[in-house]
């Protein structure tokens, strides 16, 4: 190659280029000596697209499953003062075994008539993104559970904070 063709290269590689913040520059027209059906300058097509970022994961809120509680129940799950009466813990489970598992859980603690439940997900990776965090509020919401939890809460630190669940079951009747 010969340092024209390197320069022609280059400028159709660095023509999609912009700085932070800049508008894009409009297309210039410049004479390539590349030939239409070259296989770089289809390259340099796919190059020159500007690569756009994904979003960023939603935060979670707080509260799921929030149907009124009595202010001194959400006081208290606030700030940790619960007699915890069962403990999950969910680390190193696949999705689908710890939604096995949590459903085995909740089913049995309810017929024992058991109400406050701490289930520990895991705060997750570097990110903070764990599946089982953000799929634990989400399932508590559909049958079997709905029907059998009331709320779920995030955990006071001294009990896992951002990394587990306090689950309210409903009374039985």
Known sequence: MSSVDDQDIWGLYAKGVKRMGEQEPLPLQTKSALPLSSPVKEEKKAIAQPLVPPPPPPSLPKTWKSEPLDLRV??????????????????????????????????????????MLLVITGKGGVEGSSILRSNLPRWCTVPPFDGLVLAVRTAASHHGGEGAYYVLLRKRG
């Open 74 to 115: 959400e006081r208290n799950m606030s700030l940790g003062d619960v007699f915890i009466e069962a403990k999950l813990d969910l680390h190193g489970k696949t999705e689908a075994a710890a939604y096995e598992s949590l459903k085995a859980f909740v089913e049995t603690q309810s017929a024992r008539g058991k109400r």
